[in-house]
């Protein structure tokens, strides 16, 4: 049974830095490509940030320069770096394959940047 656990979320300030971890159990670490999603109030899901097997990266627009996805294949868990964080960062975020598949959406954890 394939299960994604997200975890790091928190309160922080703009400019704040946070880094969100994603445990992936199952047989689907080695196999997929695997991305970061987000979900802010009112607003369908978005992929942020994907990274490969071999731990090539790359990066939705708003995000990229201030973010980093990274993986650790020995743990089964991909991680993204967030740095300089906006109040526009505020969401949900999860991990997922990519392409997504509905089975595999996890409970994600909250991000707010606020004052």
């Known amino acids: 049974q394939v299960q994604l656990v997200e975890s790091g979320g928190g309160l922080v300030q703009p400019g704040g830095s946070l880094r969100l971890s994603c445990v992936v159990s199952g047989n689907i670490y080695s196999i997929y490509r695997m991305g970061w999603y987000r979900q802010a109030p009112g607003k369908s899901r978005e992929l942020v940030a994907t990274?490969?097997?071999?731990?090539?990266?790359n990066y939705e627009d708003s995000v990229q320069g201030r973010f980093t996805a990274s993986r650790d294949n020995a743990k089964n868990t991909i991680y993204l770096q967030m740095n300089r964080l906006e109040p526009e960062d505020t969401a949900v975020y999860y991990c997922?394959?990519?392409?997504?598949?509905?089975?595999?959406w996890g409970q994600g954890t909250q991000v707010t940047v606020s004052k």
């Open positions: 990274i490969t097997l071999g731990g090539s990266t």
């Open positions: 997922n394959t990519v392409p997504s598949k509905d089975e595999y």
